[in-house]
């Protein structure tokens, strides 16, 4: 009885079509892996965000956030307590030579948004398939450019459940990682000041980039995207494929044979065939060249 009191104070924040009950998340993974969540919320409103996230808090609900999921590996048991989805909150808007992009949009849309406005500094950007939220807690980048080039501010709700604005510097942007990783802050919006360019140069670029990004990278299959950090001094991808592990498969999942550096879902794999192909990958290569790899992607959930 008590669950579906706390289930219906859900409801009355969201809204019944925004709360799902043992909702499995293989559907909002980019992975197609993840088993059920107990409460998957679908906010619409930063005030929503807040409420719930009160609400979760008061109810010493474990919280976890998922952004478009690209990212993120979720294991076969799934993820307790309740689970914020932010993808909805998409609005991207202009102010001068600043773009203001709510949690939930792509960056992919944003850098796209960006060249529209003749705005120069978000190319990097065009091909990382991360929302906004995502994008800030991982600083993402690629190409020779990240978040960090051209972040200004985040709105952000702490632990606490407070709304506050943190400069670019309070966030910490270092490789892969953020203030926002290590204080369990969720993104609510961003602001990127870019600078006025050419708009043909700059879609030239991205045009450059894409290509790419689509001649090297297996994007015909599922999957997570990058697996490992870039360990100092190497490549992950020529470590994995000087191991002799490309086109290596446990159950559905396979090292990719364009791309090292991806672990691919060539035949309905689960979580538990990805983190054995993981654990393969790193033992290997550990024991060819004294390389320790470690995960980019982050991986939740229960067993």
Do not use: W
């Not at 065939?273 to 470690?294: A, G």
């Amino acid at each position: 009885m008590e669950k579906n009191k706390v289930i219906n104070q859900f409801i009355q924040i969201l809204s019944e079509e925004n709360v799902k009950i043992d909702e499995p998340l293989n559907k909002y993974t980019y992975t197609k892996i993840g088993g059920k969540a107990d409460l998957l919320l679908f906010p619409t409103t930063y005030q929503q965000i807040q409420d719930a996230y009160q609400l979760a808090l008061k109810q010493q609900l474990p919280i976890t956030i998922l952004g478009n999921g690209s990212n993120v590996l979720i294991r076969d048991g799934g993820i307790r307590g309740v689970v914020f989805n932010l993808t909805s909150l998409t609005d991207i808007t202009l102010k001068g030579d600043k773009i203001i992009a709510q949690c939930g949009a792509a960056i992919i849309d944003t850098s796209r948004f960006a060249l529209d406005h003749s705005l120069t500094g978000l190319e990097f950007a065009c091909g990382i398939p991360g929302s906004i939220g995502g994008a800030l807690y991982m600083n993402a980048g690629a190409y020779g450019g990240e978040v960090a080039d051209v972040l200004e501010s985040a709105k952000v709700l702490t632990k606490a459940g407070e709304v506050i604005l943190l400069a670019k510097d309070d966030l910490e942007l270092g490789y892969r990682t953020s203030s926002i990783q290590r204080n369990g802050f969720i993104v609510l919006e961003a602001t990127f000041q870019l600078t006025k360019g050419n708009k043909s140069e700059i879609k030239a670029k991205m045009d450059e980039l894409t290509f790419l990004r689509e001649s090297k990278q297996p994007l015909e299959y599922p999957s997570c995207g990058s697996v490992f950090k870039r360990p100092p001094n190497y490549f992950a991808g020529k470590l994995i494929q000087d191991s002799g592990l490309q086109g290596a498969k446990i159950g559905g999942a396979q090292v990719s044979t364009k791309h090292a550096g991806f672990i691919v879902n060539v035949d309905k794999a689960t979580a538990n065939d990805y983190l054995s192909l993981i654990r393969h990958v790193q033992k290997t290569v550990k024991e060819k060249f004294d390389v320790q790899l470690e995960t980019e992607v982050r991986i939740i959930g229960e067993e």
